[in-house]
């Protein structure tokens, strides 16, 4: 009957229940055996080579894949074609139920035998061997155990051979840059069973990602891991990642230009603008220095006083940051006249007389229009052009040449024609301009026709009682306002003179301003202001600018900086004096708040991970801080973006820094940082927090499957044996074990399978 208790227990120890707890094998943690396993897994991650450990005992075996360390026990999946390593351990027997001298595995899938890994008691083999190529499942992994001479039992599991798992690998373009930072994501997988399906993590706290190839925009600053997780058809999955660094949005630069940036009044000037950093969308603003403003990228403005201006962009962002740009516009009254040689081919003749005329010029910028006087009441275009005088007399032949820039000038040139009738002496005056403001250079010409010969006296009177003479062209400048009548006298070789004039009226000179551009208003200390001059009007020589910044400091220059340190409200005034001792000023304003500051309150609700903790940002200084747009970092690769009150959950333990920042309405930042100690699972208290209240359940130290509970088994291992005992004593006298047969012969891995019944449990002697 004892012989009848103890195969009972060795029946019932094939299915996990009923044996004795020290030969079951519970698994404390992930894997491992009593006495098994070589040290740790050996976890290898190659693709194309799988590892195994077994541990072989004296009922069976227990299978442990090192890679995922999950329990094999009850089934062994081969990837196709890769290189299978195994290494055996054989557990000393058990003397309570008669002991083994030997362990044994082999693996057979379809008829060909491709391990035997057999193993003195005591001791552990190695080997490896390559997987069938095509699939396949049922195939038998089986464990021999020597009992003695002649006794041998074998248990089995289950082996299948699948397709490999899925690899995945993940790049991203770029890889860094400035917020808003776009990057596209593209995932590439090989192996598995398609179709595949995706599960992106994007680092910053945003709703995943579920396409092959997503696109994601960062918009904080800092380091995320990106991964994404693709799981086949058949459930496996594979992980890859890649590091995306995003920077702080890049300064807010503003750039302006101007076509042309001189010229003469009236002058139409085009204006561009453009913008770089900061947050699109932007809004920009023009002050063209004379008191006119506009908006837009582009615009167009008109000056209609001479002077120097300086023409102002302001560039606002989304965020309210502003930056600011100057292109300097130089309007003149007029421009400095062309110099002109007009020539005439041939100079003299009877009439009728065909004469080719020329105008040149070597200070001006071609290409060059001319209109001509041929001085007998005919006109012509063209820098060479040619007349026929019909009549004889004394002709000047004048032109007007203009050059590409809009410069003027004037010459002119002499024919005597002799022959027919002589004409009359006569001269026409013009002059490059008809006013102006003071001072005002004009050029003034005389065309001259008729008479006879030469003509050997030119006078002029310029009607501010200055006179010239020699000359049909002369120049002048007006200091004074006023309204002055140019004449002119010519008398020709006969002694018959003419006389003819024109007005020209000129305003009074525009008086000395000046007008101030900063690059901010308003900003917080320590707060760096830019200030620049334009000087406009009054004589042509200005002394330097000089600057009160309104906190006792002083510069001087067109364009100065200063950086006030002390919060408060301060006027900016600017002065220039002219050559004439005139003085003219400006001020303006500029507000300087504190720094904006804060700072992080942690609240625990508990001291050991897991935890969920609230954090406030709270604003030590700034009134006007965005508390609805706070950026967190909570240390735990988690970033978000919120209210100023916000909860996180943290499933580790360690000393973590949690940093939080946000915007004024002028795009400063406020940044705040803490430190929050977390604890080990039943660790106590981590510093600054909350002491938990709750208890924490350590988790249950084995897995429990196919081999029994140590601690639930033990009381009904008792029953049995208890009642198999009482049947002995109650049944007759005891029956002697029968002693194993020389004959029997020892079996190795290979041997029959007979012994094992459809339950998988062993049979044979022990």
């Given amino acids: 009957m004892l012989t009848f208790a103890v195969a009972a227990v060795v029946v019932f120890s094939g299915y996990g229940v009923f044996t004795p707890a020290q030969l079951r094998c519970a698994l404390p943690g992930s894997v491992g055996c009593p006495g098994g396993l070589l040290g740790a897994p050996r976890v290898v991650a190659t693709p194309g080579s799988q590892w195994f450990n077994i541990t072989m005992y004296d009922y069976g075996f227990w299978i442990v894949d090192t890679v995922t360390g999950a329990n094999e026990s009850n089934s062994w999946n081969l990837y196709e074609g890769w290189t299978v390593n195994v290494n055996g351990t ?39 061997f390559t997987a069938p190529s095509t699939p396949s499942t049922g195939n038998d992994i089986f464990c021999t155990i020597y009992c003695g001479p002649g006794h041998s039992s074998q248990r089995f599991s289950i082996v299948n051979v699948v397709a490999p798992p899925p690899t995945v690998s993940v790049t991203a373009s770029p890889t860094s840059g400035a917020v808003p930072l776009a990057v596209s994501f593209t995932s ?81 000037v085009s204006f561009t603008g453009s913008a770089t950093g900061g947050a699109s969308p932007y809004n920009y603003s023009w002050a063209f220095g004379d008191g006119g403003t506009g908006s837009g990228t582009t615009a167009t403005h008109t000056y209609v006083s001479a002077g120097n201006y300086t023409a102002t962009l302001t560039v606002t962002d989304s965020s309210g940051t502003k930056a600011k740009s100057n292109v300097k516009i130089t309007v003149s009254n007029s421009l400095p006249a062309l110099l002109v040689t007009a020539t005439a081919s041939p100079s003299s003749g009877t009439a009728p007389l065909s004469v080719s005329f020329t105008a040149t010029s070597s200070s001006g910028t071609a290409p060059y229009t001319a209109a001509w006087q041929f001085g007998d009441g005919t006109a012509g275009s063209g820098t060479s052009t040619t007349h026929t005088y019909n009549s004889a007399g004394s002709y000047q032949a004048s032109v007007t040449l203009t050059d590409s820039t809009g410069r003027v000038g004037k010459a002119s040139t002499y024919v005597n024609v002799t022959g027919g009738v002589t004409k009359p002496l006569a001269v026409y005056v013009t002059t490059n301009v008809s006013g102006g403001t003071a001072p005002l250079t004009i050029s003034a010409q005389a065309s001259i026709s008729g008479g006879t010969g030469a003509y050997p006296t030119i ?17 002048h400048t007006y200091t004074s306002a006023g309204t002055y009548d140019i ?8 002694g018959s003179t003419a006389k003819n004039g024109t007005t020209v009226t000129v305003s009074g000179a525009l008086a000395l301003g000046i007008t101030v551009a900063l690059n901010s208003t308003e900003g917080d200390a320590p707060f760096n202001e830019t200030a620049s001059a334009s000087v406009f009007g009054g004589s042509s020589h200005f002394n330097a600018v000089t600057w009160d910044w309104g906190d006792g400091s002083t510069s001087t220059g067109t364009t100065v900086n200063h950086t006030y340190t002390t919060p408060g409200s301060y006027t900016i005034t600017a002065k220039v004096t002219d050559s004439k001792g005139a003085t003219a000023t400006n001020t303006t304003s500029v507000k300087v708040d504190p720094s904006d500051t804060g700072t992080i309150q942690a609240n625990y609700t508990g001291a050991a991970a897991p935890v969920s903790i609230t954090f406030t940002f709270v604003p030590s200084t700034g009134s006007d801080l965005d508390l609805n747009m706070v950026h967190w970092n909570f240390g735990n690769g988690v970033n978000k973006v919120g209210p100023a009150t916000v909860t996180e959950n943290y499933t580790k333990s360690g000393s973590i820094h949690v940093t939080a920042w946000t915007n004024d309405s002028l795009g400063y930042v406020a940044n705040a940082t803490t430190v929050v100690n977390i604890s080990s699972p039943g660790g106590g208290g981590g510093g600054g927090g909350k002491q938990s209240t709750g208890t ?18 033990a009381l009904a291992v008792i029953f049995f044996l208890a009642v198999g005992l009482l049947y002995l004593l109650v049944t007759g006298p005891r029956i002697k074990p ?5 004959a029997d012969g020892k079996k190795g891995p290979s041997s029959s399978r007979s012994s094992v019944d459809s339950a998988g449990a062993e049979a044979g002697d022990g």
């Avoid at 997780?229 to 995003?246: E, F």
């Avoid at 750039?255 to 139409?268: E, F, K, M, W, Y």
């Avoid at 924490?696 to 088994?713: E, F, I, K, N, R």
């Fill in 696 to 713: 924490y359940v350590q988790p249950v130290p084995w897995l429990g499957s196919g081999v029994g509970d140590p601690q639930t088994d």
């Fill in 487 to 494: 004449t002119v006298t010519v008398t020709d070789s006969s």
């Fill in 188 to 268: 590439t997988v090989n192996g598995g069973a398609s179709p595949y399906t995706y599960s992106w993590d994007f680092g910053d706290g945003s709703a995943a990602a579920t396409t092959a190839n997503p696109s994601h925009t960062y918009s904080i600053s800092g380091t995320f891991t990106a991964s994404v997780v693709v799981t086949d058809s058949s459930g496996a999955s594979a992980k890859s990642s890649v590091t995306i660094t995003v920077s702080g949005a890049a300064s807010l630069v503003a750039s302006a230009s101007a076509t042309p940036t001189s010229g003469t009044v009236p002058l139409a």
């Fill in 738 to 742: 029968k002693k194993p047969s020389p």
């Fill in 90 to 128: 054989s557990l000393p027997p058990d003397p309570s139920v008669g002991g083994t001298n030997q362990h044994g595995a082999g693996l057979d899938i379809n008829g060909n035998y491709l391990m035997s890994l057999p193993g003195p008691v005591g001791s552990w083999q190695s080997t490896s």
């Fill in 459 to 475: 006078s002029w009177n310029l009607g501010d009682g200055t006179t010239q003479s020699g000359s049909s062209t002369v120049v």
